[in-house]
């Protein structure tokens, strides 16, 4: 079981590029979600998703998009980078479904630089 | 201000000594309380969970919910350099799936 995939671990972008952040999980869970982590200030949710073809917006979303065509996978687009997207980025999933099942599976992370 | 409080840190304390964590929050509504561990460049993993007020034990770690004070805490007895990490609170309601997170406190175990 490989859990939560995500590539590349890093990345360094110039500003005004794109690029697509990868994620795939293979637990068949619902619910996936895309976080931003920056030092000292803890985890800031981008999008989530309830299943597939369905997403919604974050705290941040603002600079990214996504899609869920599959249960699987879940990438996050940036479009057009600027510095201030310069961050780590978790991917996670979670069964959504019953409260005992609560704990979220993160992926390694994605350094993204943008310069 | 925040839904969710934690002091940042670092806190260093010395091998084998009683660690407390601890978060506070403003939402009355939240029921569901996690402790996640997050080692350096590595994702956060969920460490404990607990549902509205009380205790829960697990080996060394030891979650506790007070509602009354919005106040919980995260105790780990005879604590190892293997510790050393950064402990993120999180929280939750009953309408949705989705985590209220603290900022991290990061944890130093010297040998």
């Known amino acids: 079981n490989a859990g939560v995939t995500q590539t590349p671990k890093f990345r360094i972008l110039k500003i005004g590029q794109s690029m697509t952040l990868q994620c795939a999980q293979d637990m068949n869970h619902n619910y996936m979600y895309w976080y931003r982590q920056d030092p000292g200030m803890g985890l800031k949710l981008i999008y989530y998703s309830v299943g597939a073809g369905i997403t919604d917006k974050g705290e941040v979303p603002n600079g990214y998009n996504v899609s869920r065509s599959t249960t699987e996978d879940f990438p996050l687009r940036l479009e057009l980078a600027a510095p201030s997207q310069t961050s780590v980025y978790f991917c996670?999933?979670?069964?959504?479904?019953?409260?005992?099942?609560?704990?979220?599976?993160f992926g390694s992370g994605t350094r993204l630089t943008v310069v | 201000q925040k839904e969710v409080e934690q002091d940042p840190g670092p806190l260093s304390v010395p091998e084998g000594a009683i660690v407390s964590l601890n978060c506070t929050y403003s939402n009355s509504a939240f029921q569901y309380f996690m402790w996640y561990r997050q080692y350096s460049r590595k994702g956060p993993e969920l460490l404990m969970y607990?549902?509205s007020s009380g205790n829960k034990e697990d080996g060394r770690f030891t979650a506790q919910v007070d509602k009354s004070s919005k106040y919980i805490s995260l105790f780990i007895r005879d604590s190892q350099p293997s510790d050393s990490a950064t402990y993120l609170c999180?929280?939750?309601?009953?309408?949705?799936?989705?985590?209220?997170w603290g900022a991290g406190t990061k944890l130093i175990i010297k040998p």
């Open positions: 996670a999933s979670s069964p959504g479904q019953g409260w005992e099942d609560y704990g979220y599976t």
């Open positions: 607990t549902y």
């Open positions: 999180a929280m939750s309601g009953d309408s949705n799936y989705q985590l209220i």
